[in-house]
């Protein structure tokens, strides 16, 4: 069973930066399409941003294009987004997900929907 776990998230000041990280048990990140989601209390969980299997395709969602950077190390089994010029708005529970099977060429490939593995979260909270 896959299994993979977040870390890296906090308290920071607007303007401020965080990188979060994402392990798994084991598996070849390149077996697997990753993505990392995020959920604001009261809201739905929305998705910031995937990369499909090979590395090659990366979706950022629009609202944190140009500050969030996905980035993946295979050889560490480990999944990372880069957070600068964090705001208020950008305060939520962050969750990592991964999906074997899932068709990466579908139009809405990068959704909560989409994947069938998830860990438990980190919280991460700007302050103004």
């Known amino acids: 069973q896959v299994q993979v776990a977040e870390s890296g998230g906090g308290l920071v000041q607007a303007g401020g930066s965080l990188r979060l990280s994402c392990t798994n048990s084991?598996?070849?990140?390149?077996?697997?399409?990753m993505g990392w989601f995020r959920q604001a209390p009261g809201k739905e969980r929305e998705a910031i941003s995937c990369?499909?299997?090979?590395?090659?395709?990366?979706y950022y969602a629009d609202s944190i294009k140009g500050r969030f950077t996905l980035s993946r190390d295979n050889a560490a089994n480990t999944l990372y987004l880069q957070m600068n010029s964090l705001t208020p708005e950008d305060t939520g529970m962050y969750y990592c997900?991964?999906?074997?099977?899932?068709?990466?060429?579908?139009?809405?490939?990068?959704?909560?929907?989409?994947?069938?593995?998830w860990g438990r979260g980190t919280q991460v909270t700007v302050s103004p």
């Open positions: 084991g598996l070849r990140m390149d077996d697997y399409a």
């Open positions: 997900a991964a999906d074997r099977y899932m068709n990466t060429y579908s139009l809405s490939w990068c959704s909560p929907s989409s994947f069938q593995n």
């Open positions: 990369i499909n299997r090979s590395g090659g395709k990366i």
